[in-house]
T-cell receptor
Framework: GENVEQHPSTLSVQEGDSAVIKCTYS??????FPWYKQELGKGPQLIID?????GEKKDQRIAVTLNKTAKHFSLHITETQPEDSAVYFC???????????FGSGTKLNVKP | SAVISQKPSRDICQRGTSLTIQCQVD?????MFWYRQQPGQSLTLIAT?????????ESGFVIDKFPISRPNLTFSTLTVSNMSPEDSSIYLC????????FGPGTRLTVT
């Protein structure tokens, strides 16, 4: 089955700096890669996703890049704000399967 | 996106008892999913629930411990049976086979 690895496990940045979280996957048939943000006491919230037919996708301060050859994808957050502090999870999925494979999570702390 | 609610939001239970968690979605969905998130950990899929058929359990999870009901296209329940402290976790339901959306979770503590 698929194996998704996520790094780093914790990330501390100063407000206004950029943050990058990286994930690698093992199954070359995976073609959908979402990112979730989980705030304390809440369920995971889908914040951005990318499909394997594109290399980059942006939504305001967040962007995701995908390198299919190297089988890795990354979440980029620019101009970080304290409200970006949360745990972020990446995931991978095949289009013909229902199961999502999640990374181990990254705890992002944005210091004011 | 779907709006998902769960009840209860949290509970403290004694070992040996059972707790049933409810998940309600604001639209009809074919599949619902139940996850467990142990403290500080990632999400682990327990089972997939289709309306009108038996749930499909992942390796390490069995129906006797985690019975699931799916009586209609907007509702599901997960029961955590004969609980032990190791069952203390957040239990999450989700929907969506392409984009997946999660409920707020049920925080269970077993003493």
């Amino acid at each position: 089955g698929e194996n998704v690895e996520q790094h780093p496990s914790t990330l501390s940045v100063q407000e206004g700096d950029s943050a990058v979280i990286k994930c690698t996957y093992s199954d070359s048939a995976s073609n959908y890669f979402p990112w979730y943000k989980q705030e304390l006491g809440k369920g995971p919230q889908l914040i951005i996703d990318i499909r394997s037919n594109v290399g980059e996708k942006k939504d305001q301060r967040i962007a995701v890049t995908l390198n299919k050859t190297a089988k890795h994808f990354s979440l980029h957050i620019t101009e970080t704000q304290p409200e970006d502090s949360a745990v972020y999870f990446c995931a991978a999925k095949r289009s013909n399967f229902n199961k999502f494979y999640f990374g181990s999570g990254t705890k992002l702390n944005v210091k004011p | 996106s779907a709006v998902i609610s769960q009840k209860p939001s949290r509970d403290i239970c004694q070992r040996g008892t059972s707790l049933t968690i409810q998940c309600q979605v604001d639209s009809q969905v074919t599949m619902m999913f139940w996850y467990r998130q142990q403290p500080g950990q990632s999400l682990t899929l327990i089972a997939t629930a289709n309306q009108g058929s038996e749930a499909t359990y992942e390796s390490g999870f069995v129906i006797d411990k985690f019975p699931i009901s799916r009586p209609n296209l907007t509702f599901s329940t997960l029961t955590v049976s004969n609980m032990s402290p190791e069952d203390s976790s957040i239990y999450l339901c989700s929907v969506g086979t392409n984009e997946q959306y999660f409920g707020p979770g049920t925080r269970l503590t077993v003493t």
